[in-house]
């Protein structure tokens, strides 16, 4: 816990970060959390996303035009995938290619652990969307 957040850090400045849930009495003790993020929160990296961002590296194992948005599938040096959606609404924008090191951000608060109130909340909510997995612990 760092702040009011679970922190994972995975060396060279990435971190997985996630609004901590509720504490209090009666609260479980959490020595190991899923997170998941729903893939349109994920933006490729241009530079510092903030101190409360989420800052995770990786390869590119793959890339899917899906008209508005293309999706990338993108393997973590945990050995988990995260899928990205990126709209494609720049003209003349690179897209990443399969293979390539990319650097991703976003939002502590569009973190859910699974199995709490809020990333629950959030998860029954948003059904339709694929979610990408990233168990810390």
């Not at 209090?24 to 020595?31: N, Q, V």
């Not at 973590?76 to 990205?84: C, S």
């Not at 859910?112 to 997995?133: F, K, N, Q, R």
């Amino acid at each position: 816990r760092d702040g009011g957040l679970l922190a994972m850090d995975l060396g060279d400045g990435q971190r997985i970060l996630a609004v901590a849930p509720e504490t209090g009495p009666g609260a479980p003790i959490l020595d190991r959390a899923t997170i998941t993020v729903r893939p349109e929160w994920i933006k490729l990296s241009t530079g510092d996303a903030g101190d409360r961002a989420c800052h995770v590296g990786g390869t590119v194992a793959d890339v899917v035009y899906l008209g508005s948005v293309t999706q990338l599938i993108v393997l973590l040096p945990t050995g988990e995938r995260l899928t990205v959606h990126q709209l494609n609404d720049e003209i003349g924008a690179t897209e990443p290619r399969p293979g390539q090191q990319v650097m991703l951000h976003w939002a502590a608060e569009h973190s859910y652990v699974v199995g709490s109130e809020a990333g629950a909340a959030e998860i029954a909510s948003a059904t339709e969307a694929e979610p990408a997995d990233v168990t810390t612990s």
